[in-house]
C-alpha cells in the first residue's frame, strides 16, 4: 500500500467529523479494517480513497451541507469494507468469476452494513454502503433489499465508485479513457444513476479532477 495513499486517508480522517464522532476503539478498528483491506486487495489500492474524494466533490456541488458531506466521505472511505472477507483468490482473480464467486462479491455491502451498525455508525452512513450497488432504477444488489427509492448518499457513492472503477486498472481488465467513462454515465443516465446527480457529476468531469 502506498505510504502517499494512508497519509491522504489520515489526513481526511482527521478532518472527518463523523470519523472522529465515534468511539477511539472504534476509530482504531476500522481504519486497521481499512489497511488490511488496501495491503489484501491490491488490484484495487486507493480505490476507497478515491471514491470518497469524488463524492466529496460531488456532495458540495450539490450543496450538501458539511455534517452529511462528512458521512458521504465516510462512506466513500469505507463502502468496500465488507470485501474484506472475500477470498483474496475472488478479488485478484485474473478473469471473470463464476456465478458462485459473483455471488460472494455481491455479499459485501450487507457485511459492511453489519460492521458498520454494529460500531454504532450513523444511520445515512450505513444505508450508503449497504446500497452502494443499488440502481437508481432499484435493480442491483442486495437482491432482497426493498426500499422506494436510493438514498442520496447511496446514490452518490454509487456513481463515484462505477467512475473510479471504470477509469483505473483491475486484475480482468484495462481502464477506459476519460471519455468513454463518460459516455457510459450519460448512457445510464435515469437506470443505473441518479438522472441529476449524473448530470452535476459530468459537468465534475469537465474540471480538473
Not at 177 to 185: C, D, G, R, S
Request: glycine letters at 4%; proline letters at 5%; hydrophobic letters at 40%.
Amino acid at each position: 500500500m502506498s505510504k502517499k495513499i494512508t497519509n491522504k486517508m489520515m489526513e481526511m480522517l482527521q478532518i472527518n467529523q463523523a470519523y472522529q464522532s465515534i468511539a477511539p476503539h472504534n476509530q482504531s478498528y476500522i481504519y486497521g479494517l481499512w489497511k488490511a483491506l488496501e495491503h489484501k486487495d491490491i488490484g484495487t489500492q486507493g480505490h476507497m480513497f478515491r471514491v470518497a474524494y469524488y463524492a466529496k466533490r460531488l456532495a458540495a456541488l450539490w450543496g450538501l451541507d458539511q455534517e452529511t458531506q462528512d458521512c458521504i466521505v465516510l462512506a466513500g472511505l469505507l463502502h468496500d469494507i465488507g470485501k474484506y472477507w472475500v477470498t483474496t483468490q475472488v478479488l485478484l482473480k485474473p478473469a471473470s468469476l463464476t456465478q458462485e464467486e459473483f455471488s460472494m462479491v455481491q455479499q459485501h455491502p450487507t457485511i459492511g452494513k453489519v460492521i458498520l451498525a454494529t460500531l454504532d455508525f450513523p444511520e445515512n452512513i450505513i444505508t450508503a454502503v449497504e446500497y452502494h450497488h443499488k440502481r437508481f432504477d432499484l435493480q442491483g444488489y442486495p437482491y432482497k433489499a426493498e426500499i422506494d427509492e436510493l438514498p442520496l448518499e447511496a446514490a452518490i457513492i454509487g456513481i463515484s465508485d462505477a467512475f473510479d472503477a471504470m477509469t483505473t486498472s483491475r486484475p480482468y481488465r484495462k481502464p477506459l479513457p476519460l471519455e468513454e467513462a463518460k459516455q457510459e454515465i450519460e448512457k445510464n443516465i435515469g437506470t443505473q444513476f441518479h438522472p441529476e446527480l449524473a448530470e452535476a457529476f459530468i459537468t465534475l468531469l469537465s474540471h480538473k479532477r
